[in-house]
């Protein structure tokens, strides 16, 4: 129903999980494990409040972006699908992959898109150009979680962790306020 190049984008995406698990149980093993994972877990399902989220990932060249508008296309028996943006994109440049999830709390669709190059950003309502070259040679992976809102982790061995648990006890407390309404 979903198409090839879709079945093929989610089966690459669990393909990556997997890798990274491995390779992550290697470091484990050879003690050089990044000092902030107390844990390594195999992939699992997406999942919050104990349901599995409704996501999928598609490719670059299975979208593209007209105005305020993705268009989904060479969806096998689909076809096609048509969805509006609502929000600005501030960034410009190589589109990569496209992630759509369903929020059951909110009842509505999300799109992320990732970027593989950016050439411009929107800064206070203008486009800037943003350096091509990066400032240092040192390679960072950085792990966007909810208690920590960031895990970074630096070749050279430092890290640093930005604790996320006021902006989430900040949602909570707007989101009950929001129900209370």
């Known amino acids: 129903m979903i198409g090839s190049a879709t079945a093929q984008t989610i089966i690459r995406k669990n393909n990556d999980a997997w890798k990274i ?14 000092p902030f994972m107390k844990k390594v877990s195999p992939p699992g399902y997406k999942k919050k409040n104990k349901s599995r989220t409704l996501w999928t990932a598609i490719r670059k060249d299975r ?8 268009i989904l296309q060479g969806l ?21 992959e496209l992630m759509i999830r369903y929020d059951a709390d ?5 799109a992320h898109i990732a970027f593989s190059k950016v050439s411009e950003k929107m800064v206070k309502g203008e486009w800037m150009r943003v350096p091509l070259q990066p400032k240092g040679n040192l390679t960072a992976g950085i792990d966007i979680g909810i208690n920590n809102l960031m895990a970074v982790y630096v070749e050279d061995g430092s ?11 900040i949602s909570f407390y707007w989101r009950k306020k929001i129900s209370e309404y």
Not at 63 to 70: A, E, L
Not at 106 to 110: G, I, L
Not at 159 to 166: A, E, K, M, S, V
């Open 159 to 169: 890290t640093r962790l930005i604790n996320g648990r006021p902006l989430k006890s």
């Open 76 to 96: 096998g028996a689909i076809g096609w699908i048509e969805m509006r943006c609502k929000g600005p994109i501030y960034l410009r440049g190589e589109r990569g």
């Open 106 to 110: 909110r009842k509505r669709w999300y």
């Open 63 to 70: 979208y593209k972006m007209d105005g305020d508008r993705i």
């Open 21 to 34: 698990f491995f390779r992550l149980l290697e470091l484990k093993r050879e003690g050089r494990l990044p």
